[in-house]
């Protein structure tokens, strides 16, 4: 297995955002100690450069907090930059088994020998070639995820500080995740810091004194999270081609992350079996092709439960056309999979289930249709078998929408279970799950409810500021 791409790695243009923005949300005593964190991090960085390197530009949750956190980064005087590393198939096969097998799930029951590993290393050499000319001694450098913890020890040799943050872990530890674990550790014990998203994912070996929990966050000015009136979400889906009927023309313009203007384009093809008419209410799952988003077994428990849900009650479910996320070989298969499932499914069912491939070749456009689909779906289910954190769940709830979702991973931090949302006891319980569903359908009241505490919590707990403010402190304690 020789790695077929030995260029260089891919730096991401990424803009800056006043952090100002960002306040405008916070009580003032909450944006004042951002203010004071901004001015501190200033100080402390100096001209250092602090890098972000993982394996993917758009596509999953950490692609989308890095466009967010580095340009508010950016605007508060941050040289913060993001490179995307590059592989091959062989590669990218092994990083996917990596994650399934930490997720505590056993993938394509391939290997994670001894070849796998010296191809990891081989290709993880090449791209280390390409950074030795842009990393500098004391810089920062933060490391996303299995992908490209085998960089550590060579970017230290460097004279870099780095750190290794992992999205995703079980909740509990078993012979796959150890075996999984056991591929990285060489490579993570190096790093001066461990990040994780909850206490829960940290493995037993990590030195306790190194990690750092810091749960993720999201952006309430993206294309995926900005405001948007209820003409612009109709609009948008109905150019879309998600829901029937023309698009008015006055509502498809959208504000892409730089701040200029774009119109949504009239696409086909995006949803099998067609669109669904103007005036039906829908239950919405988004998530990557991923097994472990379970979309089938969504698909399925709706199914079954049709016999008992209101009659104008439809399903969406929606991920990215399965080529736009590169670091992810098993998105075809898994999109595959689902449309099997609802192929088989009578007529009567298909009807009322619509899945949806959202193009993305235009990230801003992906992010705006995503936005009205979330604003516009009547609750939003996450029925993941295992979940790192789960944006998809951060931003319906910000949304105000109810969420019904796994309580599995970070799901379960984000979601105070009857309060900001309802949670899943078992995620491969598709009666349970299908009876939940229809429970919250026949209740506007209790939807409401759920949805409003659900925008307080992420406002409370899962915006930038907080986040921000959590990687300043581990900056200072890593410089001293
Ligand atoms: N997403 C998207 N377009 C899609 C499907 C998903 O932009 O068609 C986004 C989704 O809105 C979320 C991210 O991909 O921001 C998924 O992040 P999450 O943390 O839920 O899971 P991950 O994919 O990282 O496992």
Not at 20 to 41: I, K, N, S, T
Not at 381 to 388: I, L, P
Request: proline residues 5%; aromatic residues 6%.
């Amino acid at each position: 297995m020789k790695p077929q791409q030995r260029s260089s790695l891919t730096e991401v243009q990424v803009g800056a955002l006043p952090l100002e923005l960002l306040a405008r949300l916070l009580e003032p005593e909450r944006a004042a100690r951002l203010e004071a964190y901004a001015e501190a991090a200033r100080g402390l960085l100096g001209d250092r450069v602090v890098w972000n390197i993982n394996a993917t530009a758009s596509g999953g949750g950490v692609a989308e907090m890095l466009l967010a956190l580095l340009a508010y980064a950016r605007g508060a005087g941050v040289d913060a930059r993001w490179l995307v590393l590059n592989g091959d198939p062989d590669f990218f096969r092994t990083t996917k088994r990596l994650h399934n097998f930490l997720h505590g799930s056993l993938g394509d029951e391939g290997d994670l020998g001894e070849r796998e590993q010296q191809h990891y290393e081989a290709v993880l050499a090449a791209n280390l070639e390409g950074l030795t000319e842009l990393i500098s001694p004391g810089d920062l450098v933060l490391l996303h995820d299995p992908q490209t913890a085998g960089l550590v020890t060579g970017i230290r040799e460097l004279g870099a500080h780095v750190v290794w943050r992992a999205h995703i872990g079980a909740d509990m530890s078993s012979r796959v995740t150890e075996a999984g674990w056991s591929f990285l550790r060489p490579y993570v014990s190096a790093a001066e810091a461990v990040i994780f998203s909850r206490a829960e994912f940290v493995p037993r070996w990590v030195d306790p004194g190194r990690v750092v929990v810091i749960p993720p966050s999201l952006d309430p000015f993206s294309p995926k999270n900005r405001e948007l009136g209820p003409d612009e979400v109709e609009a948008t889906l109905r150019a879309a081609g998600i829901v029937d009927g023309d698009a008015d023309e006055a509502h498809l313009d959208f504000a892409r992350r730089d701040g200029s203007q774009a119109r949504v384009r009239q696409h086909k093809g995006v949803v099998m079996g067609g669109g669904m008419a103007p005036d039906v209410r829908y239950v919405l799952q988004v998530s990557r092709w991923d097994r472990l988003k379970d979309m089938a077994g969504v698909v399925t428990g709706f199914a079954a439960a049709l016999d008992s849900m209101p009659e104008d009650v439809h399903l969406v479910v929606a991920g990215p056309r399965p080529e736009g996320v590169s670091d992810d070989p098993e998105g075809a298969e898994v999109s595959e999979e689902c449309l099997v499932t609802w192929l088989e499914l009578p007529d009567r069912a298909r009807r009322r289930i619509h899945l949806c491939n959202v193009p993305t070749d235009d990230v801003d456009e992906n992010a705006h249709i995503v936005n009205a689909l979330q604003r516009r779906a009547d609750l939003v289910v996450q029925k993941s078998v295992a979940e790192g954190f789960g944006l998809t769940v951060t931003e319906p709830m910000w949304k105000a929408r109810a969420v019904l979702a796994s309580r599995v991973g970070g799901i379960q931090d984000q979601i105070v279970h009857g309060e900001s949302g309802v949670l899943l006891d078992d995620p491969r319980d598709l009666a349970g799950f299908g009876r939940a569903v229809t429970t919250l359908m026949r209740d506007d009241g209790l939807r409401a409810r759920l949805g409003a505490a659900a925008r307080e919590r992420v406002r409370d707990q899962y915006l930038g500021d907080r986040h921000l403010i959590q990687y300043v402190d581990l900056f200072a304690s890593l410089l001293g």
